[in-house]
């Protein structure tokens, strides 16, 4: 085929400039014959220039034999594209040369187009032949909710001169009052409110109602209107919260400072504090924010801004006189917490408060406790070093309660001697023990080191090299016997180390033990470690205690 051919990127760049006479050059001195390309291509320039406002383009690909109605990738027809943008003589003049409104690429979509871009002469126009003010799409979006949520307030308030439902709810239940809240168009909220009689306190019993929806968003010339309504900024919503509660935990300063200018008392600290809002926290402070005031399961602003570790805020908590030695009514203390989620920062920040290091909660717990079970030695060692009564910390305290240490022992010999010797209830550990049984041996060794018993036994008798033996911690177990444990010593059921490993699996340390001395004979409640051993179906434990015993 001979002559010239479309260059189609930069045939649609003229459309979208509007460079007629190029277009027209470019058509007429191409020697492409094939139909169906012709007709693709004087499609998609019609097109960009309805979407462009290029009218003269958008004649000429008609008479060229363009389809008035044909759509982009996107479904968008040239109806479509030029009411999109504003192009209200391009409407005019497609719709008579028989653009379809009424197809599934018009008609609301259209009106939805319109109302993002608040075109309003486009969108009378079109609505004059549109009659459905509140028709909808598949997510129940109307026109007035689009047009509220991209701030056009002349077609809001065009739309509710043609009767729009002010009270329509999309698919989340969210009415176009909300989505103006939300989106802080104060005029579209005032225009809803007093032109469009939109009820402003009929959500008020939940989290979608206007003032709680501005506050949450920082929609500060909102929330000044709605609060000139007459809202009540001390009201609570259905699960306790106040505005200025919701606007604290997200951090909008301006608004919690409008809040309590205009009256709002209900403490919101706990909840700055919860975000990490040091700004807010700092501004509630000064206001007489009550720096311990607790929720009713007891964690106050200082225990949940060490949970979720914002250091800023707890500097300031702390500068305020905060009790830093606070107990939640599950019994943690603000330094447990932060011991617990292994965050060093927090740690030092409250032990520079000069909280109490050997402070126990009502199960005698201590943070030294919490460090050692989750096997944080940084943790530990400045607990015992660092702190100013260093010299007094405890290495042998000891908890009275079955908590997570005991649990984590339970549930690993469940899970390899099918609950054969679980932890009791009740039991009492000291942090050597905790580490020893979570197998956290740096941790072991460090305690060990600063007096640490490593023969204590819990109420059952049981001792760090039992509990060693029972989970499978081989090298905890060397540096126990290396250090003076007693290789045969007995819980209060009978049980050995031996009995233990062989019970649960833990050939290496069965073969250490016995290379050690422990006693192939010595029974608990009638059986040998053998037995153990073979009651679990552990056979090369069983063929290695076998071939022990013949030697003997």
Not at 375 to 384: C, F, Q, S, T
Not at 518 to 523: I, V
Request: charge should be neutral; glycine fraction near 6%; hydrophobic fraction near 40%.
């Amino acid at each position: 085929m001979e002559g010239k051919y479309y260059n189609m990127d930069e045939l649609n760049r003229k459309a979208e400039e509007g460079n007629m006479n190029e277009i027209r050059e470019m058509l007429d001195a191409s020697s492409l014959s094939h139909a169906e390309s012709t007709q693709k291509i004087i499609n998609s320039v019609l097109l960009k220039a309805a979407q462009n406002g290029h009218m003269e383009i958008v004649q000429e690909m008609l008479r060229r034999g363009a389809e008035v109605n044909v759509f982009d990738s996107d479904k968008r027809t040239p109806l479509f594209l030029a009411a999109q943008n504003g192009y209200l003589e391009i409407v005019k003049f497609l719709l008579r040369r028989g653009a379809n409104l009424l197809d599934e690429n018009g008609g609301i979509n259209m009106l939805i187009g319109i109302s993002q871009n608040g075109h309003v002469p486009v969108f009378k126009y079109i609505m004059d032949i549109w009659s459905d003010i509140n028709a909808a799409k598949e997510n129940n979006w109307t026109p007035l909710m689009v047009a509220s949520k991209k701030g056009h307030t002349d077609a809001v308030r065009y739309m509710l001169q043609r009767k729009a439902d002010v009270s329509a709810r999309n698919k989340k239940n969210w009415t176009a009052l909300m989505i103006a809240s939300k989106y802080g168009n104060a005029d579209i909220v005032k225009c809803l409110i007093e032109e469009g009689k939109a009820d402003w306190k009929e959500d008020v019993n939940n989290e979608r109602a206007p003032l709680w929806i501005a506050c949450k968003n920082g929609q500060t010339d909102v929330v000044k209107y709605l609060v000139e309504k007459e809202s009540d900024v001390n009201g609570t919503n259905r699960y306790g919260w106040t505005p200025l509660m919701v606007a604290s935990q997200n951090g909008h300063l301006d608004v919690v400072k409008y809040l309590i200018q205009k009256g709002a008392k209900e403490t919101a600290l706990y909840f700055a504090s919860e975000r990490g809002h040091n700004d807010v926290v700092k501004y509630l402070l000064e206001n007489k924010g009550n720096v311990n005031a607790a929720k009713e399961d007891g964690w106050a602003p200082v225990t949940i801004a060490s949970q979720n570790g914002h250091n800023k805020v707890l500097k300031s908590l702390v500068a305020k006189k905060a009790k830093i030695d606070v107990e939640s009514v599950n019994g943690w203390t603000p330094l447990m917490i932060a011991a617990y989620n292994k965050d060093f920062d927090v740690v030092k920040n409250l032990i520079a408060g000069e909280i109490d290091v050997n402070l126990q909660n009502k199960s005698k717990r201590t943070a030294l406790h919490v460090a050692s079970q989750i096997g944080d030695v940084k943790i530990a060692r400045h607990l015992v070093e660092r702190a100013k009564n260093a010299a007094k910390i405890d290495v042998q305290d000891k908890d009275e309660m079955n908590w997570e240490c005991q649990a984590d022992c339970t549930r690993a010999s469940k899970r390899s001697s099918k609950g054969l010797f679980p932890c009791l209830e009740n039991a009492l550990c000291t942090p050597f023990w905790i580490a020893s049984c979570n197998g956290h041996e740096e941790v072991a060794k460090y305690l060990a080191d600063r007096g640490a018993e490593t023969s204590v036994k819990n109420a059952n008798e049981e001792t760090p090299l039992l509990m060693a033996s029972k989970n499978g911690f081989t090298a905890l177990v060397e540096y126990l016997i290396e250090n003076g444990a007693e290789v045969n010593i007995k819980d209060k059921q009978g049980l050995m180390p031996l009995m233990a490993a062989a019970a649960n699996g833990h050939e290496e340390i069965v073969r250490y033990l016995v290379e050690e001395g422990a006693d192939l004979n010595a029974q608990c409640q009638g059986a040998k470690a053998i037995d153990f051993a073979q009651r679990n179906s552990h056979a090369a434990i069983v063929e290695y205690l076998k071939a022990q015993a013949n030697k003997k």
